[in-house]
């Protein structure tokens, strides 16, 4: 998911996996250890997938994949990023999202599944989002303003996840990426065709600033 924009504070609150942390650096150290990987585009059939379940934890792999997944998030200034947009159709995702209230979210879950949510408890807001796999176009989704995500933490620990605000949006958005889901099949067709070409005609100049940072950051 696109961020709204670039958290640079060091000093506001932050909960990491769920959990309050006194202290937390600019760049989560999954991301220090990461290498940047290439973000799939809408277009590319692994988008369109539901992905696998994670059914093997605990090993480098998952754990190299979660570090790479945010080094990527942070070279695009996402809030979000779904392992299927780097090419691995497992569903995993990860986050670093500072939300309405100046709390910083960090953390990644697998095998996610969102709390059903009883009708009259609904809520619905209207917010711009964006997608790193639709590099440029932001438009206006409906989403719940509250949600709960459980699943599993990369060593098969579980997690429960509460997000309110423009983090209960990220954590949708993820969900949506592993069912093969993108913001784009929520809008009107119309809007959807507008968004894509806008999409095309800006996603060269999005390409060479991810590459720049990630030079800038040593990625």
Same mark, same amino acid.
């Given at each position: 998911?696109?961020?709204?924009?670039?958290?640079?504070?060091?000093?506001? %609150?932050?909960?990491?996996?769920?959990?309050?942390?006194?202290?937390?650096?600019?760049?989560?150290?999954?991301?220090?250890?990461?290498?940047?990987?290439?973000?799939?585009?809408?277009?590319?059939?692994?988008?369109?997938?539901?992905?696998?379940?994670?059914?093997? /934890?605990?090993?480098?792999?998952?754990?190299?994949?979660?570090?790479?997944? /945010?080094?990527?998030?942070?070279?695009?200034?996402?809030?979000?990023?779904?392992?299927?947009?780097?090419?691995?159709?497992?569903?995993?995702?990860?986050?670093?999202?500072?939300?309405?209230?100046?709390?910083?979210?960090?953390?990644?879950?697998?095998?996610?599944?969102?709390?059903?949510?009883?009708?009259?408890?609904? #809520?619905?807001?209207?917010?711009?989002?964006?997608?790193?796999?639709?590099?440029?176009?932001? #438009?206006?989704?409906? #989403?719940?303003?509250?949600?709960?995500?459980?699943?599993?933490?990369?060593?098969?620990?579980?997690?429960?996840?509460?997000?309110?605000?423009? /983090?209960?949006?990220?954590?949708?958005?993820?969900?949506?990426?592993?069912?093969?889901?993108?913001?784009?099949?929520?809008?009107?067709?119309?809007?959807?065709?507008?968004?894509?070409?806008?999409?095309?005609?800006?996603?060269?100049?999005? /390409?060479? #600033? %991810?590459?720049?940072?990630?030079?800038?950051?040593?990625?």
């Amino acid at each position: 998911m696109a961020a709204r924009f670039d958290d640079t504070s060091q000093d506001r %609150r932050v909960r990491v996996q769920g959990v309050p942390v006194d202290s937390f650096p600019r760049f989560a150290p999954e991301t220090e250890r990461g290498s940047v990987r290439r973000i799939t585009v809408v277009g590319e059939e692994v988008l369109r997938r539901p992905c696998r379940e994670v059914t093997e /934890f605990g090993t480098p792999e998952l754990a190299r994949l979660v570090d790479d997944m /945010f080094a990527t998030n942070q070279v695009a200034e996402g809030a979000g990023l779904a392992a299927n947009q780097v090419g691995v159709d497992l569903r995993l995702f990860m986050w670093d999202i500072t939300d309405d209230w100046g709390v910083r979210h960090v953390g990644h879950i697998a095998n996610p599944v969102l709390d059903e949510v009883p009708p009259e408890q609904r #809520r619905l807001v209207e917010e711009s989002e964006g997608c790193l796999s639709v590099p440029g176009p932001y #438009r206006m989704v409906a #989403r719940l303003d509250r949600t709960v995500v459980r699943g599993r933490d990369k060593d098969r620990d579980p997690l429960v996840i509460e997000g309110r605000g423009y /983090f209960a949006r990220c954590l949708q958005h993820e969900t949506d990426h592993l069912r093969g889901h993108l913001y784009l099949d929520r809008l009107a067709q119309r809007d959807r065709k507008t968004a894509l070409r806008e999409m095309d005609a800006a996603k060269e100049e999005t /390409f060479a #600033r %991810r590459a720049a940072r990630a030079a800038k950051l040593g990625k």
